[in-house]
Each structure stands twice: as C-alpha cells, then as structure tokens.
T-cell receptor, first 109, second 111 residues
Framework: GQQVMQIPQYQHVQEGEDFTTYCNSS?????IQWYKQRPGGHPVFLIQ?????EVKKQKRLTFQFGEAKKNSSLHITATQTTDVGTYFC?????????FGTGTSLTVIP | NAGVTQTPKFQVLKTGQSMTLQCAQD?????MSWYRQDPGMGLRLIHY???????DQGEVPNGYNVSRSTTEDFPLRLLSAAPSQTSVYFC??????????FGPGTRLTVT
C-alpha cells in the first residue's frame, strides 16, 4: 500500500547506547517527516527532510535522507531516559499523510 | 495559543450509537486532519481538509463523516459505532503539509 515501512518495531537499549530507526519507501519521496510520541501522549513534529542525501542534526539526534529519496533514518547517540517513546516517519502523497508503523524505544537505566 | 484541542478525552459508546469528536485549532491553519491510532498500525488518516468547505477522504474513511464550516473547527462524526472503531483518535492541523500539530487525542471504546 501507501504506507512507509519502518524498522525495527521495538528497540530496548541500555542508557548511553545508540539507537537507530529506519524508514523505507518503494516510491521516491518528495520529503520525509519525523515525529516523536511519548507514552500516553500525542505525536510531536521533530523535523522534515527534503533534499537528496540531506543530513540534519538536533543535539544527539541525526536525521538522514537517502540519496535516492526512498529511505530515511533517525539515529540517537548516547540515549537517555528522556528519549523513551515511539518514533514515526511520515510521507505525504498529494494532500495525504502516510505514517510508518513506528519504532518504540525503551531505555533501560 | 491553545494549539489543537480535542473533546472529549475519553468516551465509551455502545454498538450502534453515534457521536461527534470535536477538534478546534487557533493557529489559522488551513490543513486539518483526523487519524486513528491502533497498536502496531501507526497513524492512519481518516479524513482531511485543505480549507473551510473542503473535505476529502483519507486511507480509512468508512464509518466516519466530517465537515469544515470554519477554519477553526473540524468535527469527526461516527455514524453508527462498531467495536472495530475502538481506537485513539487524533486531530491535527498544519500550515499546509509542513509541520503537523496534533491534539491530545480521544480514547474511544465501543462495546
């Protein structure tokens, strides 16, 4: 279908370890967005990537957009307990958004 | 700015009942949308609107209606609730297709 594939579904890490989630599309994307949802909360926008090969950083978070604009990744360096939550990627086609199934991150103190 | 507000926060319905989930935003955003979130399924688009008077179907529109009479409000109507509509519902708004702002959600249970 139109959904983007996101892996892994779950990830448990020790505090201080790194974490990466991947988003893949069978079609070329115009852009990709990333959101974070804390347990019991609502999705919150993190970033939008537009350009082929783009890399953006937000403190310990690094976002990449693939050269072919068919995949993206979010990497967190040295995870903290505040990073706990589910991370979603989202694409838009026309006026519709399609979200990945999300990666749920658990950080073990 | 209150951002995006949703009411109610929780709702329990019996099969066959109807109800309206309310959504309002005070950011003058033209684009508004409704999603449902089910475990392992991510967020799925139900309906969206690109401006007052304009609505369109998303990925999973069956069993839901929407209207957009003002820029601020975008209510979602469940016509005849079914257990399969048990879910968490999020409303969102944005300046076009850029950053989407989500409301706090409505947790709906249909028995």
């Amino acid at each position: 279908g139109q959904q983007v594939m996101q892996i892994p579904q779950y990830q448990h890490v020790q505090e201080g370890e790194d974490f990466t989630t991947y988003c893949n599309s069978s079609t070329t994307l115009s852009n990709i967005q990333w959101y974070k949802q804390r347990p019991g909360g609502h999705p919150v926008f993190l970033i939008q990537l537009v350009k082929s090969g783009e890399v953006k950083k937000q403190k310990r978070l690094t976002f990449q957009f693939g050269e072919a604009k068919k995949n993206s990744s979010l990497h967190i360096t040295a995870t903290q307990t505040t990073d706990v939550g589910t991370y979603f990627c989202a694409k838009n086609t026309g006026n519709q958004f399609y979200f990945g199934t999300g990666t749920s991150l658990t950080v073990i103190p | 700015n209150a951002g995006v507000t949703q009411t109610p926060k929780f709702q329990v319905l019996k099969t066959g009942q109807s109800m309206t989930l309310q959504c309002a935003q005070d950011m003058n955003h033209e684009y508004m949308s409704w999603y449902r979130q089910d475990p392992g399924m991510g967020l799925r688009l139900i309906h969206y609107s690109v401006g007052a008077g304009i609505t369109d179907q998303g990925e999973v529109p069956n069993g839901y209606n929407v209207s957009r009479s003002t820029t601020e409000d975008f209510p979602l109507r469940l016509l005849s609730a079914a257990p399969s509509q048990t879910s968490v519902y999020f409303c969102a708004s944005g300046e076009g297709l850029y950053e989407q702002y989500f409301g706090p959600g409505t947790r709906l249970t249909v028995t």
